[in-house]
C-alpha cells in the first residue's frame, strides 16, 4: 500500500506543477510576429484573377509534362528491339542496378558496364539511352520513372481501371470456374488410383492367345468329353423307348384277337338262339 500511496501523489504533484506553468503562461504578454501581413482586401470583381490564370497554366503544363512522358511509354511499348533487349538478363540485371533495386558489388557492375563489351555496346547502351530520355521527360513531369509500365509493356503510368465484364464474359467466367472445380474434383477422386499403364501390342497379344487358348479348350473338352456322353444319352433313351414301343405292339394284337373270337362267339350264340 505504500508503494501505492506514493505513486498517486507523485501523479498528484504533476498535475499540480502543470497548472502552475498555466497560471504562469496567462501573465505573458500574447506572442505577434512582424512578418505577418493581412490579406488585402479584394477592391474589384476580377481581383485574383491573375492568380487563377497562373494556377490553370501550371496544371496545363502538368499534363502536357505527364502526355509527353506517356508518349514516350507508347514509344518504347512499340519498340520491339527494345522490348527484345529489355527480356536479355543482362538487361534485366543493369536495370535493377540503375534503379537501385538489387545492386550490383563494384567489380559485377564494371564488368557489365564495361564500355568495351559487346553485350555492353549492343544491348545495353541502346536500351538505357532510351530510358535515360524517359527519365529527363519524367523530371521535367515531377515524378519518377515508371519501371513497372516499362517491364509491363504499358503506354499509360498507371495501371487503367479494369473495364466491368459483359454478361458473355461472365458467363464464360462461370463456365470456366465450374470446369475447373470438376477437374479439381476428379483429380482429388483418382488421387488413390494407380496411374494407368501404357498401351503395349505385346501385353494385348498375350490376353488374345490366353482367350483363343480357353476358346479352344472348352471346344475340345465339348467334342471328346460332352459330346460323347449325350450321344450315349440319347441312344439309351431312343433303345428304352423302342423297347417300350415294342412291348406293346406285341400285347395289343392277343387281347384284340381274343377279344374278336369272343365277340365273334356272342354273336353267333344270338343268331342261333334267334
Request: contains cysteine.
Amino acid at each position: 500500500y505504500k508503494e501505492i500511496d506514493e505513486l498517486i501523489q507523485k501523479e498528484l504533484d504533476g498535475y499540480k506543477e502543470i497548472d502552475e506553468k498555466l497560471k504562469r503562461a496567462e501573465k505573458l504578454p500574447a506572442r505577434t510576429s512582424t512578418d505577418y501581413e493581412p490579406r488585402a482586401e479584394p477592391t474589384s470583381w476580377s481581383s485574383g484573377r491573375e492568380r487563377r490564370k497562373a494556377d490553370e497554366s501550371d496544371v496545363r503544363k502538368a499534363r502536357e509534362a505527364v502526355g509527353a512522358v506517356e508518349a514516350m511509354l507508347g514509344q518504347l511499348a512499340a519498340d520491339e528491339e527494345f522490348q527484345a533487349d529489355l527480356r536479355r538478363p543482362a538487361f534485366d540485371t543493369a536495370l535493377k542496378h540503375w534503379t537501385n533495386e538489387a545492386r550490383l558489388p563494384p567489380s559485377e557492375a564494371r564488368a557489365l558496364f564495361d564500355e568495351e563489351s559487346f553485350e555492353y555496346q549492343q544491348y545495353l547502351k541502346p536500351g538505357l539511352a532510351k530510358i535515360t530520355r524517359l527519365q529527363a521527360a519524367c523530371r521535367t513531369a515531377g515524378i519518377g520513372v515508371p519501371i513497372d509500365a516499362i517491364r509491363k509493356r504499358r503506354s499509360t503510368i498507371f495501371e487503367p481501371k479494369p473495364k466491368p465484364p459483359t454478361e458473355a464474359e461472365k458467363r464464360l467466367a462461370e463456365k470456366e470456374r465450374r470446369e475447373k472445380a470438376r477437374k479439381e474434383f476428379e483429380e482429388k477422386l483418382m488421387a488413390d488410383l494407380p496411374p494407368p499403364q501404357p498401351f503395349s501390342w505385346r501385353k494385348l497379344g498375350r490376353q488374345l492367345v490366353i482367350q483363343l487358348f480357353l476358346m479352344a479348350s472348352v471346344m475340345l473338352y465339348f467334342h471328346f468329353v460332352m459330346r460323347p456322353n449325350l450321344e450315349k444319352q440319347i441312344k439309351e433313351a431312343e433303345l428304352a423307348h423302342r423297347q417300350t414301343q415294342d412291348a406293346d405292339a406285341i400285347t395289343f394284337p392277343d387281347d384284340a384277337s381274343e377279344y374278336v373270337e369272343i365277340g365273334g362267339a356272342a354273336s353267333e350264340a344270338t343268331t342261333d338262339e334267334l
